[in-house]
């Protein structure tokens, strides 16, 4: 018999498989009414440039970190690319602070529920830190989860890569295993970031950027119509 698979496979079929819980924030949790394509209307007008040639990228690539769009827009102009992201960090934030963000119906209470099914829950952002506190701050959220993420808390590189995943995990200690892990998001993005990393569930919300096919394609293990939904479905997986 080998006891390692053996511990492994009882750990994770017991009663709370999903220790860990990571959640993206606009477009799962926030709903900002399309407020980062306002916001990079708004960056790219203050630097001169047409948003039209530059906004099917933006959506395309929605849960990647902002700094990597515009790193990509501007053909790797490094300075350019920071000017750019400093002025959508500054679009975004005004928007934030003119109270045109929300909660997704029923987001708090769905963490609330995972918190007391005994769940450590990581709140993640393609944002820099700045913008995500701002957006925490104007929820009253500072004290909703144990720990949030930017891709700067996660050595820079963001989604698609796995590395906020992987952070939340090494930052809590909350699982002993990637596949006690579940992820849930509204972008490709956040699909292939909880894939890559391992996780057990990777959950697609429609409340955001990207549709059921779309996020289906990119891993998706489960497609909810909200993140309300999420923990009941945990706990069907878990039974």
Known sequence: MNTVNTLTENTLTGNTTYGLVVLDMAGTTVADGGLVEQAFTAAAERLGEDPATMIDYVRATMGESKISVFRHLFGGDENRAQQANLAFEEAYGELVSGGLIAPVPGAAEAIATLKDQGRTVVLTTGFA????????????????????????DAGGRGRPYPDMVLAALLRTGAVDDVRRIAVAGDTSYDMLSGSRAGAGIVAGVLTGAHGETALKEHGATHVLASIAELPARITESEA
């Open 129 to 152: 830190r700045v913008t995500q506190d701002a957006i925490l701050d104007a929820l009253g959220w500072r004290d909703l989860v144990e720990l949030t993420l930017c891709p700067a």
